[in-house]
């Protein structure tokens, strides 16, 4: 009876080792996963613990190397059939929402690439 209960006592003992074990590996694994998501500069060596550090870094340190919203925006309502004469945004012939909807749709689609200009280099 005696014998048993020391028996399990070591069982336990060596559960615990295993478990103390698994959670410095997990914790590790998730160092060494935080460390690999810094977020780093494509135009100079700088990295950033979160993305909008990095992007307010590139529009103040590097802004010739990006586009403005403005730009892509225009670059968008080309590329779609879009015109802007005068002031004037008009959407293509093939548009069958307002000039705001297309607006937006327009807008919607510069800022994700205007994002995709903070990206690491592919
Ligand atoms: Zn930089």
Same mark, same amino acid.
């Given at each position: 009876?005696?014998?048993?209960?020391?028996?399990? =006592?070591?069982?336990?003992?060596?559960?615990?080792?295993?478990?103390?074990?698994?959670?410095?590996?997990?914790?590790?694994?998730? !160092?060494? !996963?935080?460390?690999?998501?810094?977020?780093?500069?494509?135009?100079?060596?700088?990295? !950033?613990?979160?993305?909008?550090?990095?992007?307010?870094?590139?529009?103040?340190?590097?802004?010739?190397? +990006?586009?403005? +919203?403005?730009? +892509?925006?225009?670059?968008?309502?080309?590329?779609? =059939?879009? @015109?802007?004469?005068? =002031?004037?945004?008009?959407?293509?012939?093939?548009?069958?929402? @307002?000039?705001?909807?297309? @607006?937006?749709?327009?807008?919607? +689609?510069?800022?994700?690439?205007?994002?995709?200009?903070?990206?690491?280099?592919?």
């Amino acid at each position: 009876m005696k014998t048993e209960a020391i028996g399990q =006592g070591r069982v336990k003992k060596k559960e615990v080792a295993v478990g103390a074990g698994a959670l410095i590996l997990l914790l590790l694994v998730a !160092f060494a !996963f935080a460390k690999k998501k810094e977020y780093e500069c494509r135009y100079c060596d700088a990295t !950033f613990k979160t993305k909008a550090e990095l992007i307010a870094h590139i529009e103040a340190e590097h802004p010739a190397e +990006i586009k403005t +919203i403005y730009e +892509i925006a225009d670059e968008v309502n080309r590329e779609l =059939g879009g @015109s802007y004469v005068a =002031g004037v945004l008009t959407p293509p012939a093939w548009w069958t929402g @307002s000039v705001t909807e297309w @607006s937006r749709h327009v807008q919607a +689609i510069a800022w994700e690439r205007y994002y995709q200009q903070f990206a690491p280099t592919p």
